[in-house]
């Protein structure tokens, strides 16, 4: 079992009656004047005071916000947003849509058909533009690496495409839309101008 009594700072044991002597002013209550508690409460009083007379900003604010004024907050931003979108006035336009409103029946749209396939050797675009000839639209590989492409002008309408890869296999556009034929092929679609 471990001793536990008290030791100086030379570790040599404090008899217990010198520890008694030492505690016994510490264990006795503290005397305040007779007007301690009318003072502290008159300091209380005056800080109370000082506060409700400075201004505001020296206070700091005072917000309090109950579930039905949160509420109503909300339904206010809401009915902002909502009326803000439906209200009138000058809107910015997409130059593209009134491109394509206002577009001639003979307008022909650049169009740049891209394919990442890392295997291929030699990749040609067909489509019922260029008559699904696979030598009319050979597309090309800027830095030799898996990304083929080609820009090809088209009218405005809908238009069917895929790719051949290595003279052989027949690829759909990953990124389009994709239709099936009568025999299984699947073709992409594409939409162009005014007809999109």
Do not use: K, Q
Not at 72 to 86: D, E, N, Q, S
Not at 160 to 187: C, N
């Amino acid at each position: 079992m471990t001793d536990h009594s008290p030791r100086d700072a030379n570790e040599r044991d404090i008899p217990d009656d010198d520890v008694e002597r030492l505690a016994a002013p510490l264990r006795a209550p503290v005397r305040f004047g007779e007007d301690f508690d009318e003072r502290v409460m008159r300091d209380v009083r005056a800080a109370a005071r000082t506060t409700a007379r400075a201004p505001w900003w020296r206070r700091g604010p005072d917000v309090r916000v109950t579930p039905l004024t949160g509420l109503a907050l909300a339904a206010g931003l809401t009915l902002f947003a909502v009326l803000g979108r439906f209200s009138a006035g000058p809107r910015a336009v997409d130059s593209r849509s009134v491109a394509a409103a206002h577009a001639s029946p003979d307008t022909v749209y650049v169009v740049r058909f891209t394919l990442v396939h890392p295997e291929a050797h030699h990749v040609a675009l067909v489509g019922d533009f260029n008559g699904w000839s696979p030598s009319a639209t050979p597309l090309a590989s800027a830095t030799g690496d898996s990304v083929w492409a080609a820009s090809v002008t088209l009218p405005a309408g809908r238009h069917e495409y895929a790719f051949i890869v290595d003279g052989e296999r027949w690829v759909s556009d990953p990124y389009a839309t994709t239709i099936s034929d009568d025999f299984g092929t699947s073709s992409s679609v594409l939409r162009v101008g005014s007809a999109s």
